[in-house]
């Protein structure tokens, strides 16, 4: 049984931070390039950054640049999104999924909005308000 689970969400003041994980069972994650994608109420999925599988290299939407980071411990199974300076905008249901990657001749370069399958878990809610 493979299965992501996220969590972390919470109600936050602007400027705030909360983080997120994205646990992995039936499966090691660090074989896989990961993504987290939002969807705030009235708007399409986006996706939000992603971590490649072997070397780790990673990619963030434009809106959250110098603001969240991704990263993984391998050892918990576990990708996490540290969200820091957030903004009312960043409010949303988080998810994160298997994501597709370039495979170049250094290392795999994840694709931020290339989600594989079409399911989605249940995502954790981030609330930034005053």
């Known amino acids: 049984q493979l299965q992501l689970v996220e969590s972390g969400g919470g109600l936050v003041q602007p400027g705030g931070s909360l983080r997120l994980s994205c646990a992995a069972s039936?499966?090691?994650?660090?074989?896989?390039?990961i993504g987290w994608f939002r969807q705030a109420p009235g708007k399409g999925r986006e996706g939000v950054s992603c971590?490649?599988?072997?070397?780790?290299?990673?990619n963030y939407a434009d809106s959250v640049k110098g603001r969240f980071t991704i990263s993984r411990d391998n050892a918990k199974n576990t990708v996490y999104l540290q969200m820091n300076s957030l903004k009312p905008e960043d409010t949303a249901v988080y998810y994160c999924g298997v994501v597709d990657a370039f495979i170049t001749a250094v290392q795999p370069i994840c694709i931020m909005n290339s989600k594989i399958g079409n399911s989605w878990g249940q995502g954790t809610q981030v609330t930034v308000s005053s």
């Open positions: 971590i490649s599988r072997g070397a780790g290299s990673t």
């Open positions: 039936g499966f090691t994650l660090d074989n896989y390039s």
